[in-house]
């Protein structure tokens, strides 16, 4: 298993999430992750767009419905 941002072999356990699935940090980077996440993450140019549709007051309904990210996450 690697660092899915840095690509190090270097990781360590580090706990578990909500529902049992372990969670491991990289000791390069620190970043934070599971193996074989479920969710997928979004691309930097969908957060641009939730950006200006926020600046033109948008409701977050809305906003969700637009891009296909849930309420919760925005």
Same mark, same amino acid.
């Given at each position: 298993?690697?660092?899915? #941002? ?35 993450? @979004? ?10 549709? %926020? %600046?033109?007051?948008?409701? @977050?309904?809305? @906003?969700?419905?637009? #891009? ?5 996450? %925005?």
């Amino acid at each position: 298993m690697e660092c899915p #941002t840095c690509n190090s072999k270097h990781i360590k356990k580090n706990g578990s999430i909500h529902n049992g699935k372990q969670k491991y940090a990289c000791k390069d980077c620190g970043r934070q992750f599971v193996e074989n996440p479920r969710n997928k993450r @979004i691309p930097q140019y969908i957060w641009e767009i939730v950006d200006k549709l %926020l %600046l033109e007051k948008m409701p @977050i309904a809305g @906003i969700s419905r637009v #891009t296909g990210i849930s309420k919760p996450w %925005l």
